[in-house]
């Protein structure tokens, strides 16, 4: 059945071509578009991934619904290989992704697929936020604190993850001892890790952060913001959100601790280079390869519209107390795939780095 199924798909997808010209705007009434998390349910992936599904399709002619599903594993490769290999090509699954660009600039050998093969529709645009237990250490009161503390544990998803390799570079730079383990599925488990004092510093993107880590852990005093990451156009002089965190760039603290900025080491580039994975391209949209280009357009321009859906904004605010920016069009695109291609060098480092991550879990 399997094969039945396969051989159906490939002989579909030409008829999806040929009838697209005269039936694009109607091709979606009437029918379910499967929009695929490559994370678990109840994570930042997942959470704006809902927040998607419920307005997205008020702007697609024929307004399909929308339905979340969850495939997570292996850093979200899973669900990256799946869309790209398995995914029936018929516009009907449109992937909400973490994690693929970092992945694939990488070389990670969990991703088996050619990601600059899945047509691009867009690219979300967020901060990395850096924070810690305020007990940690015997207690930490200002940001700056923890350049005394040493030995605490660090959490994150897998070695290879764009997430842990910031994480783990950045205390690198500073100088601070840590003890990292990953493993855990998601941000929704790391967070509880947290706050079951397991680890006691990870990150979140922003709209995470505001939803969950501020009002339930910052405001209450049992966390400290520390710092964070922001697009390189934003990473000397802060970000207009660092004002509402009360916090500096990463690399605004470095200068603040060290008195200089960082250097061009090899490590600061990789850290340089996984930060605009983790803001620029913090995730894709994007379909399996093959899907006609007509259906592409139409949802590049239903998640344009977003922009001006008053309603999905004031839902962005309730849920993510943050209204999401999407990059559309050909820079983007052209953006994400020069991403992809790193500098050999640079490649080599940024591999065994992730080598020495899985050593120091004892995966390997």
């Given at each position: ?24 705007a ?35 002619a ?6 979340v ?65 305020s ?23 897998t ?81 207009p ?29 990789m ?35 977003l ?58």
């Amino acid at each position: 059945m399997k094969n039945v199924f396969l051989i159906f798909t490939a002989l579909a997808c030409p008829l999806v071509s040929q009838i697209l010209p005269t039936s694009a705007a109607e091709f979606y009434k009437g029918k379910t578009l499967n929009l695929l998390v490559n994370y678990t349910a109840g994570g930042p992936t997942d959470i704006e991934a809902r927040l998607l599904a419920r307005h997205l399709g008020n702007h697609i002619a024929g307004q399909p619904l929308i339905v979340v599903r969850n495939m997570a594993g292996a850093g979200g490769m899973i669900g990256a290989n799946w869309l790209a290999q398995a995914a029936p090509r018929d516009g009907t699954t449109l992937g909400y992704l973490t994690g693929v660009a970092a992945a694939a600039a990488q070389g990670t050998e969990s991703l088996k697929v050619d990601v600059t093969k899945l047509p691009f529709v867009a690219g979300f645009e967020s901060l990395g936020v850096y924070y810690a237990r305020s007990d940690l250490g015997g207690g930490i009161k200002q940001a700056t604190d923890i350049l005394s503390k040493s030995d605490f544990w660090v959490g994150g998803l897998t070695p290879d993850t764009s997430k842990d390799l910031a994480l783990r570079a950045e205390l690198e730079l500073l100088g601070l001892k840590h003890k990292y383990v990953s493993g855990y599925p998601g941000a929704a488990e790391v967070r509880m890790a947290l706050e079951h004092n397991e680890v006691q510093l990870t990150s979140e993107s922003l709209p995470t952060f505001r939803s969950m880590i501020q009002p339930g852990l910052i405001e209450t005093g049992r966390a400290i913001t520390l710092w964070y990451d922001a697009p390189e156009k934003f990473s000397k002089n802060g970000h207009p959100e660092g004002e509402t965190l009360k916090a500096l760039t990463f690399e605004q603290f470095y200068r603040k601790a060290k008195g200089e900025p960082p250097t061009g080491s090899n490590l600061w580039r990789m850290a340089r280079l996984v930060t605009e994975f983790t803001t620029s391209l913090l995730r894709t949209i994007q379909l399996p390869p093959g899907v006609p280009q007509e259906l592409t357009d139409i949802l590049r321009t239903a998640i344009e519209d977003l922009a001006n859906d008053q309603d999905y904004k004031v839902d962005a605010m309730r849920t993510l107390k943050f209204i999401p920016r999407f990059a559309t069009g050909v820079e983007a695109e052209r953006a994400f795939l020069n991403s992809v291609n790193v500098d050999p060098e640079l490649r080599k480092f940024m591999r065994d780095y992730v080598e020495l991550g899985y050593t120091l879990n004892g995966k390997k």
